[in-house]
Nanobody, 117 residues
Framework: QVQLVESGGGLVQAGGSLSLSCAAS????????MGWYRQAPGKQRELVAT???????NYADSVKGRFTISRDNAKNTVYLQMNSLKPEDTGVYYC???????????WGQGTQVTVSS
């Protein structure tokens, strides 16, 4: 089992920055892969970024060059630095963790990010 506690998010104007963090507790094997999804109103949840325990990263094309994912394995925490935010980045951001790509994911409670134009 893994528990994920998110923090950060909020309201920012377009072009601004926000940072999210997600602290995991529980079985560390289940946090080999960590990252963020987001869900905008009326849309499906989509992958934003993911990072492995070894530091390999993957980003959605829509956020490449603007968002940076990182993690502190000692703290079992993953971060998402979001710069040059756009209104279309608005949504609920969910932290996730899983042992392997095909394994079920554990989810955080979600945190709202709102970007005003």
């Amino acid at each position: 089992q893994v528990q994920l506690v998110e923090s950060g998010g909020g309201l920012v104007q377009a072009g601004g920055s926000l940072s999210l963090s997600c602290a995991a507790s529980g079985t560390m094997f289940n946090t080999n892969y960590m990252g963020w999804y987001r869900q905008a109103p009326g849309k499906q949840r989509e992958l934003v970024a993911t990072i492995t325990r070894g530091g390999n990263t993957n980003y959605a094309d829509s956020v490449k060059g603007r968002f940076t994912i990182s993690r502190d394995n000692a703290k079992n925490t993953v971060y998402l630095q979001m710069n040059s935010l756009k209104p279309e980045d608005t949504g609920v951001y969910y932290c996730y963790a899983r042992a392997q790509p095909t394994f079920p994911a554990y989810w955080g409670q979600g945190t709202q990010v709102t970007v005003s134009s």
